[in-house]
């Protein structure tokens, strides 16, 4: 199973900051998404990133938010200006790539996660 | 993508089984049924997937009648660490979002 780790675990920052949440999937995967997850609330879709481009982005993903893959390995997610609203758990989800056998249609790996507190 | 509507809560004892059904009237011919599982803190987790009839694997099982509108998640025997939140999503062909809803807070109790 691809492994997925983020960075850091735990991310305490002050309104109006700005905040870089990494990903490193372990293996080469082709696709990478951005999800959060408000506390006590559903798994929302923020972002989809494809040879090295956006493919498709939310609502939520609004002009405060940028992904980029800044070395070919890290998959970075910025807010440029954090808001209290923003806090949440951020996870990184990866698809495709390496070995396809037996791999499910659209299946999906997440990391561990970032729980983001906005103070 | 078809929505998804699945009880919010259940409960079971350990040594159970445990059945968790997911309607999905408007699933498209393309659509397959994807069951993900959540443990707090930590990240979704894909569990099962199917098209139609029956699959199984080491952890559940999965049951599609043939109008495919609904589909039934199995767990056998559930333990305490099968407490979880259990996801129903439909998925299309291809590298696309998943789209979760509130899902299936499963309690398992000794």
């Known amino acids: 199973e691809p492994e997925v780790t983020q960075t850091p675990s735990h991310q305490v920052t002050q309104m109006g900051q700005e905040v870089i949440l990494r990903c490193v999937p372990i293996?080469?995967?082709?696709?990478f998404y951005w999800y959060r997850q408000i506390l006590g609330q559903k798994v929302e879709f923020l972002v989809s990133f494809y040879n090295n481009e956006i493919s498709e982005k939310s609502e939520i993903f609004d002009d405060q938010f940028s992904v980029e893959r800044p070395d070919g390995s890290n998959f970075t997610l910025k807010i440029r200006s954090t808001k209290l609203e923003d806090s949440a758990m951020y996870f990184c989800a990866i698809e495709g790539g390496g070995d396809p056998s037996g791999r499910a249609m659209n299946e999906q790996f997440f990391g561990p996660g970032t729980r983001l507190t906005v103070l | 993508l078809a929505k998804t509507t699945q009880p919010i809560s259940m409960d079971s004892y350990e040594g159970q089984e445990v059945n968790i059904t997911c309607s999905h009237n408007?699933?498209?011919?393309?659509?397959?049924i994807t069951w993900y599982q959540q443990f707090p803190s930590q990240g979704p987790r894909f569990i099962i997937q199917g098209y139609k009839t029956k699959v199984t694997n080491e952890v559940a099982s999965l049951f599609i009648p043939a109008d495919r509108k609904s589909s039934t998640l199995s767990l056998p025997r559930v333990s305490l660490s099968d407490t979880a939140v259990y996801y129903c999503?439909?998925?299309?062909?291809?590298?696309?979002?998943?789209?979760f809803g509130a899902g299936t807070r499963l309690a398992v109790h000794p």
């Open positions: 999503l439909v998925v299309a062909g291809g590298y696309n979002k998943l789209i």
């Open positions: 293996s080469n995967h082709l696709y």
């Open positions: 408007n699933i498209a011919t393309n659509d397959y």
